[in-house]
């Protein structure tokens, strides 16, 4: 029969299954739901030091009328502040799953002081940083300014004691963006995952019936996650897992079945996270995507991820 076991950073999990940041996981209520639902691990909206309202409403919609089916956001990080989620690493259940803490800091002072609190509290919970929120106004994504992800990088490894940490990066749609986005990873051995992608940012969804943008923030600009992106998706899955040889990848973006869960996992992701269909869905997603993804693992005959993971083949 076939298994969904597999391993994060020598960490056991039950299956690969996870949310991406920022869905359902701002407040403990929901956080205590992921933990009761069947995901392998669980992550949390990613910080800033401070709490934050984010941007006015309307500020995510889903698109589900047409096909393909997807969403636009522009939160703004609205998040209880670090010290909120710092607490609930210190009464997280280690035991029914790994947790991974999110933070987004809107400075590199707030990025800093965060990851030196978490170096200070010990705790298990795996830190990924996200340089790529698209939706702070005037705030650039750290993921497109190479020369401050360095700088960033250098400062905050160096801060965390060379403790094992990842990343949360923004699509790139550009092979020499791959080259040198990886060629930086590739100088800070502690930064022992990427999870791509984050949403494409800036899309602009238009109704034809208000002939209006759809989403108040930044005159309609915002993430777009979904069916819209897992092309996007799977090839930064493939380019950073063929480029970051000693990390791993977890992959995000346009997951809502086994069947795209088989694909990133294929394209080299070791865990996988959902964001719009589990925002739509809710945390009883886990139980449905495992069983889809058990059963095309059967039908081709693979008793573990192992068989496939990163085996996508060429022509
Ligand atoms: O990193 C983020 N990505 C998104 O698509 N939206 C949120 C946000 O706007 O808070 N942050």
Known sequence: TSSLATTFLDLPLANP????????CSVASQLEALLESESGAMVTKSCTLDPRNGNPEPRYRVLDGNKPWGSINSMGLPNE????????TERHDYETKPLFISISGLTLDDNLA?????????TPAILEINLSCPNVPGKAQLGYDFDAMDTLLAEVTSGYGQRQLGVKLPPYFDIAHFDEAAAILNRYPSVAFV?????????LVIDINTESVIIKPKDGFGGLGGDYVLPTALANVNAFYRRCPEKAVIGCGGVKSGHEA????LAGATLVQMGTALYEEGPGIFTRVKAELLEIMKQKGYENLADFHGKLKTL
Not at 81 to 88: A, E
Not at 114 to 122: C, E, N, R, T
């Open 17 to 24: 299954l996870m949310n991406a940041s920022g869905v359902w």
């Open 81 to 88: 502040g670090f010290p909120y989620y710092l607490r609930y």
């Open 195 to 203: 999870t791509c992608i984050n949403s494409i940012g800036n899309a």
């Open 262 to 265: 088989f694909l990133h996992i």
């Open 114 to 122: 965060m990851v030196d609190s978490l170096k200070d509290a010990v």
